[in-house]
C-alpha cells in the first residue's frame, strides 16, 4: 500500500462551522505534513510532524490546528475560517530509507471552499 | 532561505517531441536534494524525478532526465517523446539535506510551469 488517502474529496463550510480534514497512510511513514495549496500556484508548507511529535509550524494561525492521534493518522481542524482559506490541502508523509534518502508520497487533496 | 526559480509559466510541445523545462535554486548548502513533481489536473503530487546534489551523474527515469548543474545551481527537466499524458504543470522543488538525524526537512517548490502538449 502506497497510498496517502485523503477525506473527504470536497469540503463547503461557512465561516462559523467547526470542520476536520483526515488524511491517512499505512506505509510505516514517520512523518507527515500539510500543505496548503492555491489554484495554479505552488503548495505551502503549514505543519510537519516527526515521530507524532508537531516539528514545524510554519507560522499558521490558530485556527488551523493539526493533531497526529498515532503513526498512521493526521488531522486538521478548522475553525471560524475566512474565505481566502478556501484552497486545496494536501496531505504527505515520508520515510527515511538506509541511505537517508527521503521520497514524499502526497494524497491527493481536499479541496476546501468557505463561504 | 533557500529559493527555487522557474522561469517559464507555461510552454508547449507537440507529441512525441522533446521539451525542456527550467528551474534554477538559490542556496548556501552544499548538501540538498532537487526533486520534479508533476501535477496533472486530479491534482495528486506526483513525483517525477529526484536527484542528490552530491551525486555528479544526472538522474533519468525513463523519459524524464535532468540537467543538474551544481555550480550555476541550475536543474532543468527533459521530457522526451512527449505522450498526452504529460500535460500537467510541473514543479521543481528543493528540500535541505540537513535535516538532521529523524527530522525531516521543508520543501521548498518553484512557481510552477504550465505544460501543454498538442496531439
Known amino acids: 500500500d502506497t497510498e496517502v488517502t485523503q477525506t473527504p474529496k470536497h469540503l463547503v463550510m461557512g465561516m462559523t462551522n467547526k470542520k476536520s480534514l483526515k488524511c491517512e497512510q499505512h506505509m510505516g511513514h514517520r512523518a507527515m505534513y500539510w500543505y496548503k495549496q492555491k489554484a495554479k500556484k505552488p503548495p505551502e508548507l503549514m505543519f510537519v510532524?516527526?515521530?507524532?511529535?508537531?516539528?514545524i509550524n510554519e507560522s499558521v494561525p490558530s485556527r488551523f490546528s493539526p493533531e497526529c492521534p498515532n503513526s498512521s493518522l493526521l488531522n486538521l481542524h478548522l475553525h471560524a475560517l475566512q474565505p481566502e482559506d478556501s484552497a486545496l490541502y494536501l496531505c504527505a508523509s515520508s520515510q527515511k530509507d538506509r541511505g537517508s534518502r527521503e521520497k514524499l508520497f502526497f494524497g491527493s487533496g481536499t479541496q476546501l471552499s468557505v463561504l | 532561505a533557500q529559493t527555487v526559480t522557474q522561469s517559464q509559466p507555461e510552454m508547449s510541445v507537440q507529441e512525441a517531441e522533446t521539451v525542456t523545462l527550467s528551474c534554477t535554486y538559490d542556496t548556501s548548502e552544499s548538501d540538498y536534494y532537487l526533486f520534479w513533481y508533476k501535477q496533472p489536473p486530479s491534482r495528486q503530487m506526483i513525483l517525477v524525478i529526484r536527484q542528490e546534489a552530491y551525486k555528479q551523474q544526472n538522474a533519468t527515469e525513463n523519459r524524464f532526465s535532468v540537467n543538474f548543474q551544481k555550480a550555476a545551481k541550475s536543474f532543468s527537466l527533459k521530457i522526451s517523446d512527449s505522450q498526452l499524458g504529460d500535460a500537467a504543470m510541473y514543479f521543481c522543488a528543493y528540500r535541505s539535506a540537513y535535516a538532521g538525524g529523524t527530522s525531516y526537512g521543508k520543501l521548498t517548490f518553484g512557481q510552477g510551469t504550465i505544460l501543454t502538449v498538442h496531439p
Open positions: 510532524y516527526s515521530y507524532e511529535k508537531l516539528s
